[in-house]
């Protein structure tokens, strides 16, 4: 039985916008007053939307702040990346791409600057060097996966292929993108929609039909503090250094994040690393989908499938972000840096905050967004660990 609630958990100091509303099902009352926690812990309203299942049933859906519903749509960042990889997770599980084979046999432009030998593994792993481009790239180069491939294609890889990996973050779609076009003659966005987001109804789109613009609510800057502006400026990395190129900020203007995930044209091309619109009811049925029966059909994962996508390829430091590695292939492997959740748990952090994954050892299918950035900015804040490991309790 779910419960309605509406209009009951509203936040002291910020009233009506900030009141969490949408249903639980009985038993999940307490992921509801950890989401009302969160959100009276924020200093600005931070609009969200937590949607959770569990062994293929709806348990989780919530929403709170100004403009947002539980229809709303808003930019996902590299929430993209976990829906375009279930492509890539499907075109291997059939055996139309091989993970150990070189990009190059697919995609032979890929081998000039003696990038021949990396294979497909590499790439998804984030072990190809291949992160961006000297000067950066134009915006409408970032908004189109062909453009980028074109340039990318022709790179010297930026660190020894296989020798090291870090987060390819604005082009690991376009490049695993390219060879899914090689491969089949189709994009990875035409894929995602006709196996993935149509047989499900999915609210989450790699290119936003017109008709479902009026429901996109923008991305929200992260308001910081003067004394955390400073901070941040003085600890932020160089425009030529490895996490610069990785995110353009060696470009003419450097890339705002706030502003592309806002810009029309993105939305409208559904670049395959940054450029998904949605909202958490469809990411997590998407990821509920990938490792059960939803509304009668079958899986699209099978577990040895998901065991080889979602186990940890890079242990060490990412050579971008400077974290501990914790990439799968083309996921991030969420087992390695959520303790509550099995080993073999997969999905993929946003910019704003947000995350979305699956957990086959509990059955959960779990997705958060943030409407404005989280401070300090970064995918995954770690209100996901409260709010997920609520939901995996609650699952039992």
Do not use: C
């Not at 695993?176 to 149509?198: D, F, M, N, P, W």
């Not at 941040?232 to 890339?255: D, H, K, V, Y």
């Not at 577990?303 to 972000?321: C, K």
């Not at 087992?335 to 509550?340: C, K, L, S």
């Amino acid at each position: 039985m779910a419960s309605d609630t509406t209009a009951q958990e509203t936040v002291a100091g910020r009233g009506a916008a900030a009141a969490v509303q949408g249903t639980v099902a009985e038993g999940f009352e307490g992921v509801r007053e950890e989401l009302a926690a969160v959100v009276a812990a924020e200093p600005h309203d931070p609009g969200v939307q937590l949607v959770a299942y569990v062994h293929g049933r709806q348990v989780v859906d919530l929403w709170a702040g100004e403009g947002m519903t539980g229809e709303a749509l808003t930019a996902g960042y590299s929430l993209t990346k976990g829906m375009a990889h279930l492509v890539v997770a499907l075109l291997v599980q059939d055996g139309v791409l091989a993970l150990d084979r070189e990009v190059a046999y697919y995609w032979p432009e890929f081998a000039a600057e003696g990038k021949g030998a990396i294979t497909l593994r590499e790439l998804l792993s984030h072990r190809a060097g291949v992160i961006g481009v000297l000067g950066g790239f134009r915006p409408e180069e970032l908004a189109d996966d062909r453009l980028l491939a074109q340039r990318l294609a022709g790179i010297r890889p930026f660190w020894e292929p296989g020798a090291g990996f870090g987060y390819h973050a604005l082009v690991i779609g376009a490049l695993t993108g390219e060879v899914v076009r090689r491969a089949t003659g189709r994009s990875i966005q035409e894929l995602y929609e006709e196996r993935v987001r149509a047989p499900h109804g999915l609210d989450f789109y790699l290119g936003l039909p017109e008709d479902r613009i009026s429901r996109y609510v923008d991305i929200l800057p992260s308001l910081p503090t003067l004394e955390q502006s400073a901070a941040l400026a003085a600890a932020a990395p160089g425009p030529e250094s490895l996490t610069g190129i990785a995110f353009n900020r060696n470009a003419t203007p450097p890339t705002d994040l706030l502003e592309l995930g806002n810009d029309r044209r993105v939305h409208a091309l559904g670049p395959a690393s940054v450029g998904g619109v949605g909202n958490a009811r469809g990411l997590a049925a998407a990821y509920a989908a990938a490792i059960g029966e939803l509304n009668g059909r079958a899986r699209l994962l099978t577990p040895a499938t998901v065991a080889e996508f979602s186990r940890r390829h890079s242990a060490g430091t990412d050579l971008v972000t400077g974290e501990e590695g914790h990439f799968g292939l083309g996921f991030e492997a969420l087992g390695v840096t959520h303790p509550f959740l099995g080993e073999d748990a997969f999905g993929h952090s946003g910019a704003t905050g947000s995350q979305a994954f699956a957990d086959p050892r509990s059955g959960v299918a779990y997705a958060y967004l943030r409407r404005r950035f989280a401070f300090p900015p970064g995918g995954g804040s770690p209100e996901n660990s409260l709010l997920g490991a609520a939901v995996v309790r609650a699952a039992g």
